[in-house]
């Protein structure tokens, strides 16, 4: 990260069969993939876990004084040695079992009373109390250290005595994520060693590295030789991570300046005005906010720039409506619009309810649906309308992105449920301009985005949000129905047939299409038993699209009384008159999901519930988080709570196959003072150095994009 590169390989820096071993166990080849495996804590000389907190077959490393032994023997033959270790801490006692003689007395000789060592070992549970047993060990502070088991993998790079003083030279002794086949002192030998044979690393920051911040040469140092002082040379390296983010989106912010985009003015000349007569003809007034952002996107799109504005929104807050306005603005100025969803269903969805919107208000424009699953012919025939220019809005999904859709004058792309793109993925569209200008960007997003995610994986993008509800709709309440609780299931289920008999609709959405809990088996089952004698209807990816749309038909027309179905439901579906969503095995879906689904209902000025059903044991953390979750309707809190919950390369996407993890420190729910400051340092070093701003991220933007996918 940041141009600091190490490839010299680890077959001539270690011996071969350490060499081999991390290959084969770690995947490193290099000295810099061995250099960025972190330890994950640290065990003092004065300091050691404590063992409650502990569970059995945990490897637990402690450093102490024995202070008590003991010898028994048992019937069997076999000799049980057993010693008390005093740690700062606690007692912490150790057993070791020999079934030969000479075993059992070189053990007593060797660990006697007020000898000091360090010991590692798994934790197991003896009569209600944890203890190690036959740990290995290496003694400290000895005229002859001696060395066990795991401990004395280390003398491939010294004798007893050599690694004894290594040891006890170390503020901290780093322990380190290990594997089956390779375990931390093995890897701690090999990281030292490297370090041994490493000149001073110039920082990559030169004239701006931060001054109160320790050096980057010092801070990976310090990372594994000093333990005490972690925490500084963490923020170092957690403070790199930040800047990086921060200067690749300050740079696609500084390139996008440089870009051209055809300036679509709000009023064009000789134009038919497309937006007023929509907005004059809806059955609704837009909110003020609605108003707000519709002024702020018209004047982007009036730029020799391209737009690239974040559009965020809870669900049914009005977003497509702003996008829809926009893209009038576009067609009035002669351009095509691109719209890409994530899903068929919602492409579709989109293609309907945007037609239904333009027609009722007596506007006579081609929208064309591009979709992975339409016939040759269909396909064929949406790529002509496409690239003759008689489709002034484009609907589709990934479709869109293939090479082989041309347009013929593309202006505005707009992104729905952005976290479900890529960059790369985003980009592609944008560069399907006419005469090498840049369509402008509108992306969209009903998944609330915190505000250090926003900062830095979203700095490109100028952000407007919508925070009020359009007039009509009502907050939804929400309730938990846990497995654990017979009676809330059976209570929910009396109420959803009291929402039925006052002419209302339900949604039950099931994690799965087969198995157990599936919705084909929740279909039968409750076709059978709850809801005998009702409508119901089936919905699932599986399904042909005319079934599809045969079903959504019906549902929304209240042909059904009940729609079972997977989560194909969860973005673009609007039926006003489902006032009920039960989310079954919701333990099983991330918030973010579990809001959007929420959100299906409530669209209609009536009184609605959700229920979050689950299968999770009382007071796990699957339990509580659904509590929590049911606890609000604020989007942003949501997201929070998965901002927190999971791990930030879950969140953000990324997480990367095989070791290689580039975000290790940078705490997204906890850093938003070094976001900041990142943040203002890359506008520096972008303003006074571009050219070392593109070397700092060179490496990152090419491969980037597991690392910056929106997720």
């Not at 059992?104 to 360090?118: K, N, S, V």
């Not at 994530?342 to 027609?359: D, N």
């Not at 002034?392 to 976290?419: C, K, P, R, S, W």
């Not at 952000?463 to 009502?474: D, Q, V, Y």
Request: charged share 20%; aromatic share 6%.
């Amino acid at each position: 990260m940041l141009n600091w590169e190490d490839n010299r390989k680890l077959t001539d820096l270690l011996p071969e069969k350490e060499a081999k071993t991390i290959r084969t166990t770690l995947g490193y080849t290099t000295a810099k993939e061995l250099l960025t495996h972190y330890p994950r804590t640290y065990a003092t000389h004065n300091d050691t876990p404590f063992l409650n907190q502990a569970n059995d077959g945990d490897i637990v490393t402690c450093i102490g004084e024995i202070i008590h032994t003991a010898t028994i023997h048992t019937k069997k033959t076999t000799t049980i040695y057993t010693i008390t270790i005093q740690t700062t801490n606690e007692l912490i006692k150790a057993t070791f079992f020999h079934a030969k003689p000479h075993q059992a007395a070189w053990c007593e000789r060797t660990l006697t009373r007020g000898t000091t060592a360090i010991f590692t070992g798994k934790i197991k549970t003896y009569r209600g109390a944890p203890q190690l047993q036959h740990p290995d060990f290496l003694l400290l502070n000895t005229p002859h250290p001696t060395s066990t088991g795991a401990l004395k993998q280390l003398t491939a790079y010294g004798n007893d005595t050599d690694i004894s003083n290594f040891l006890t030279s170390l503020p901290a002794i780093p322990i380190y994520p290990a594997r089956q086949r390779i375990t931390t002192w093995r890897i701690l030998g090999a990281i030292h060693h490297i370090l041994d044979h490493t000149n001073p690393i110039p920082d990559p920051l030169g004239p701006f590295t931060p001054p109160d911040l320790p050096t980057f040469d010092r801070a990976l140092r310090g990372i594994h030789q000093d333990g005490t002082n972690a925490y500084t040379y963490r923020h170092r390296l957690a403070y790199n991570e930040a800047l990086a983010l921060a200067l690749v989106m300050e740079i696609r912010r500084h390139d996008t300046t440089t870009r051209h985009a055809t300036p679509l003015s709000p009023h064009p000349t000789g134009a038919p005005h497309h937006r007023e007569t929509l907005i004059n003809n809806l059955p609704y007034t837009l909110t003020t906010g609605q108003q707000t952002i519709i002024n702020t996107i018209a004047t982007d799109l009036n730029s020799p720039h391209p737009m690239q504005r974040l559009l965020q929104g809870e669900v049914g807050s009005g977003k497509t409506i702003i996008a829809l306005i926009a893209m009038l603005q576009a067609v009035e100025n002669g351009k095509q619009c691109a719209l890409l969803a994530p899903t068929s269903v919602l492409a579709h969805q989109h293609g309907h309810s945007l037609t239904e919107l333009l027609t009722n208000a007596g506007i006579n424009l081609t929208i064309t649906t591009l979709t992975g699953d339409m016939t040759p012919t269909q396909k064929n025939h949406a790529l002509l309308a496409i690239i003759s220019g008689d489709a002034n809005i484009i609907i589709g999904t990934h479709a869109l992105i293939q090479d082989t859709v041309e347009f013929y004058d593309l202006g505005l792309v707009i992104i729905d449920e952005q976290h479900r793109f890529g960059v790369e993925q985003r980009d592609s569209l944008r560069t399907k301009g006419k005469n090498h200008t840049t369509p402008h960007l509108l992306v969209m997003t009903a998944t609330p985005i915190p505000r250090t995610i926003a900062m830095t994986f979203f700095g490109d993008l100028n952000h407007s949000t919508l925070n009020e509800l359009p007039g009509g709709r009502r907050p939804i309440k929400s309730y938990v129905v846990p497995e654990y609780l017979p009676k809330y299931t059976t209570r929910a289920y009396e109420v959803m047939r009291e929402h039925i008999h006052q002419g209302h609709q339900i949604y039950i959405v099931c994690p799965r299409i087969n198995g157990p809990g599936g919705v084909l088996e929740t279909h039968q089952h409750l076709s059978e038993t709850e809801f005998k004698n009702y409508r119901i209807g089936l919905l699932h990816g599986q399904l042909k699209d005319a079934d599809k749309d045969t079903t959504m038909r019906q549902f929304a027309n209240g042909d059904l009384d009940i729609l079972i179905a997977t989560t194909v439901i969860e973005v673009g579906i609007d039926v006003p008159n489902a006032t009920i969503i039960m989310i079954r095995e919701s333990e099983n879906l991330g918030v973010s999901q579990l809001h959007q689904l929420r959100g299906r209902v409530g669209r209609g000025g009536y009184d609605s519930i959700c229920f979050f059903h689950h299968t999770a044991e009382r007071g796990t953390p699957a339990d509580k988080r659904i509590w929590q979750m049911a606890a609000t309707t604020d989007g942003f809190q949501v997201a929070e709570i998965d901002l927190i919950q999971r791990h930030e390369g879950d969140v953000l996407g990324t997480s990367q196959s095989g070791t290689n993890r580039k975000i290790a420190f940078l705490n997204l729910a906890r850093d938003i003072g070094l976001i900041n400051r990142a943040n203002r340092d890359a506008k520096n070093i972008v303003a006074h150095n571009l050219d070392l701003a593109r070397q700092l991220i060179a490496g990152i933007d090419d491969i980037t994009q597991d690392y910056l996918d929106k997720s």
